[in-house]
């Protein structure tokens, strides 16, 4: 049994004085199989914690629905046998570039607030998730150590009786290791975010000592803790690709463990947005300007990257730890990596071909229903609906799209709308058919708007008119098992294309798509992400778990317009 604890302002384990040197890894954004690798390679940079979020969406796709619940498990015995301590990051919001913060899409009541509605589902999944963090805590012979109640909430909002009732529910779950917040530097974050009698934490980039002095202002006896270091910084579709120097993230974090400062890196390894988790942002101070969406790469310019190899960041921060917490253990190998390779499609269908094995049941309602309303997490929606008739030629508009939409009329495609965009002009006349095939990118995970809903919501506009009596045939794109491949292979858009792949030994690869417009890939049946030409992602990280010895099966969803050729290359290209 281990206790670890805070006396006189400093953190001890089991009564010697300890000094938190943690790094941010989430476990569902690295394949089970490496988390291993991973945590060796943690330890190897001079870490003695890793650092996880839990996010709630995953774990309950629909209300009372659970699902890989026992992953969070399997990820602390994982980093306890690879010698780390762990601090858990139960949300229920947890923010991190992740679909909705990690709030299912299908929660009902006010978000993030003492809500009683929205308090009972949060409850009800603590009830099931935190057992397995409470049996894994020093105190019981575990790993973990800390754990957070929300996630910077003072960046949304000030319902202390929320973040109270998060805590004392924490408690009352038997979690007995130190809770903490953690907020941005400033004080009105602070003041809406932290919780008497709860550590308090910030978050920052960059200029240590301003931000701990803010923090001491209004904690003067707790610890001084960074608990998001943003070494790195994640990427938006079709903006610039992030990066963070080496040398600078270096010095900063120096600067912080000079200060006596815990620290987490976040991230340490970031890993990948696979399948529909990628989040998205909106710009500005108030975070409701423009919408950007999250690509698929969470690489993150960690020091630790996608693939597990070490970085320029890593031997820096190595030489940094080394000197305030002696010499790390050696560094594992990087993993190997599939000899390049260029692949032509085998077989293709169209989407509309696919359509009843891969579609939900159609839904019939006045107004275009929502993702939400269609059970729908991600994916396409197909809505058709009529323009009456005779009548002249008027434009079509789709004010509330979310996210992007091919309009095609009597059949032919007529635009592609885009949220936040200037909407290309489609006139119609009537009589005709309108489909609307809607794919949604990411909900945002930051700031006022977390929480929004999906598909046509603001309907479709004929000139002013509402065009009314819409059907919807929701396209999870979750399994692609069924879709009916012809050995005919087309040129069309909106067509899911097959590959094979023959690999004599699984190693790590890359997906490079030059010349597609933008999609889905599946790997042996995982989805592992949207790729667009826009970049800054040119490729797809593909781990080597997924892969078989023999043919594997690869499969291409292109929305736009598609090209020849798929390459497999060592290297990813991610600006
Ligand atoms: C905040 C959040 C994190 C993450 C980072 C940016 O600090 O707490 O979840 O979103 O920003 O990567």
């Known amino acids: 049994m281990g206790v670890f604890s805070v006396e006189d302002g400093a953190f001890r384990l089991d009564g010697a004085e300890f000094r938190v040197l943690s790094g941010a890894m989430h476990y569902f954004r690295t394949h089970p199989a490496q988390w291993r690798h991973r945590l060796a390679m943690l330890r190897a940079m001079g870490l003695n914690t890793v650092e996880t979020y839990v996010p709630w969406n995953l774990h309950e796709p629909r209300q009372g629905e659970f699902r890989r619940m026992s992953e969070l498990g399997d990820f602390l015995d994982a980093a306890a046998e690879a010698g780390l301590l762990a601090i858990v990051r139960p949300g229920p919001y947890i923010c991190a570039e992740w679909d909705n913060g990690g709030l299912p899409a299908w929660l009902t009541g006010r978000i993030r607030t ?63 290791v130190p809770l903490f917040t953690s907020d941005g530097p400033a004080d009105w974050y602070l003041t ?48 610039q690709h992030m990066t963070r120097d ?20 976040y991230m340490a390894h970031g890993g990948t947005n696979f399948g529909t988790w990628a989040g998205a942002n909106q710009t500005g101070e108030r975070a409701m300007g423009d919408w950007r969406p999250t690509v698929t790469s969470y690489d993150y310019d960690a020091p630790i990257d996608e693939r597990g190899a070490p970085t320029e960041k890593f031997w820096r921060f190595r030489e940094v730890l080394s000197r305030f917490a002696g010499e ?34 159609e839904v019939s309602a006045p107004v275009p229903p929502s993702f939400e309303e269609l059970g729908l997490e991600h994916g396409l929606v197909l809505y058709r609906g009529e323009v009456p008739g005779p009548r002249g030629a008027y434009r079509l508009r789709l004010p509330g799209l979310r996210d992007r939409a091919h309009v095609l009329v009597d059949g032919v495609l007529a635009g592609v709308f885009e949220r936040d965009a ?53 396209i999870p794109l979750e399994d692609v098992s069924a879709v009916p491949f012809a050995d005919e292979v087309s ?61 594997n099966d690869i499969i291409v969803l292109e929305l736009d317009q598609p090209a020849q050729t798929l390459h497999l290359t060592p290297t990813p290209t991610l600006s």
């Open 192 to 239: 809406g975010g932290t919780v008497p009698g709860v550590l308090a934490t910030v978050n920052f980039g960059s200029d240590p000592d301003r931000a701990f002095a803010t923090l001491r202002e209004h904690r003067p006896d707790d610890p001084l803790f960074c608990m998001e270091f943003w070494c790195g910084w994640f990427d938006h579709w079709g903006q």
């Open 328 to 361: 790390p253990p050696e560094v594992p190998p990087v993993p190997d990596v599939l000899p390049a390779a260029t692949l032509r499609p085998v077989q293709s269908v169209s989407l509309r071909e696919a359509l009843e094995a891969v579609a939900g049941p």
């Open 246 to 265: 080496a040398g600078d993230a270096a010095a900063v974090l120096e600067r912080i463990l000079e200060l006596g400062a815990s620290v987490n890196l």
């Open 422 to 474: 200037e909407e290309p002009e489609v006139t119609v006349s009537g009589p005709a058919t309108v489909e609307v095939l809607v794919e949604s990118m990411g909900r945002t995970n930051y700031g006022p708007l977390t929480g929004e809903s999906k598909g046509l919501t603001g309907g479709v506009l004929h000139h002013q008119q509402y065009l009314n009596g819409w059907s919807a045939r929701p």
């Open 114 to 176: 003492s809500d009683p509605e929205y308090l009972g589902h949060v409850d009800r999944f603590f009830d099931r998730i935190l057992p397995q963090v409470a049996e894994r805590q020093v105190t019981r012979g575990g790993n973990v150590i800390m754990v957070q109640v929300e996630n910077e909430y003072g960046s949304y909002g000030s319902d202390h009786a929320y973040l109270r009732h998060l805590a004392d529910g924490l408690r009352a779950r038997g979690v007995e």
């Open 491 to 551: 040129d069309g858009p909106r067509s899911f294309f097959r590959f094979e792949l023959e690999v004599a030994e699984p190693a790590d690869t890359f997906l490079a798509l030059p010349g597609w417009g933008k999609g889905y890939v599946w790997v042996n049946g995982f989805c592992l992400g949207r790729y667009w030409a826009e970049g800054p992602q040119h490729t797809l990280y593909v781990p080597a778990p997924l892969l078989r010895s023999g043919t």
